[in-house]
């Protein structure tokens, strides 16, 4: 008489259909070994089930907790080069292409002139920057300018205090949740 799938069924009793489970129970009637091993596997469980878990020694927890964020850190860390490299090989890529482009619809000839005329011009559009900036300047109330620097240094103020107490937290508990 076959026993295998019988005493693959007495150990795996949770996956088995209905007509499985009754086909077992008639086995095991006929058949007593099968019935000594679903005896002592009831045992093991039972054994199993009621014996105590025995806490880790801290040695092992700390040790175990230290090995784990090491990994983490590692992890993230060969993450952070995937990415970083993939992102430069794309912006090498789609330089090239760029570049390719550029040369492919037009002539070197006028990219050079069009280079030499946007150096000589940069210190024209500077100075023309500066007076932009000037008029637009000086078109704004006194009041609201003055207004404008107290909201940005009240601002200013309230974020280097919440960033200071940031890290003097941070230093003094540590970082959490890790």
């Not at 799938?5 to 077992?24: C, G, H, M, V, Y």
């Not at 095991?28 to 679903?38: A, D, E, N, S």
């Not at 006028?110 to 000037?134: C, H, N």
Request: charged share 15%; aromatic share 12%.
């Amino acid at each position: 008489m076959s026993h295998l799938p019988f005493e693959n069924w007495i150990f795996d009793r949770e996956k088995l259909t209905p007509s499985q489970i009754a086909e077992l129970e008639a086995h095991l009637q006929t058949c007593q070994q099968c019935k000594r091993i679903q005896t002592g596997w009831k045992e093991v469980e039972t054994l199993l089930h009621s014996t105590p878990l025995i806490p880790a020694p801290p040695q092992i927890v700390n040790r175990f907790q230290a090995s784990l964020a090491e990994r983490k850190a590692q992890r993230q860390k060969r993450q952070v080069r995937i990415a970083l490299f993939a992102l430069g090989g794309a912006f090498v890529l789609a330089s090239m292409v760029f570049v390719l482009r550029l040369f492919w619809t037009v002539p070197p000839a006028r990219l050079l002139s069009d280079l030499i005329g946007w150096i000589t011009l940069a210190p024209q559009r500077w100075s023309e920057f500066q007076y932009i900036l000037y008029y637009w300047g000086s078109q704004i109330p006194p009041l609201a300018l003055v207004a404008l620097v107290f909201l940005l240094t009240g601002w200013s103020i309230l974020l280097l205090t919440l960033w200071f107490l940031t890290f003097q937290r941070l230093s003094k508990l540590g970082v959490r949740g890790q």
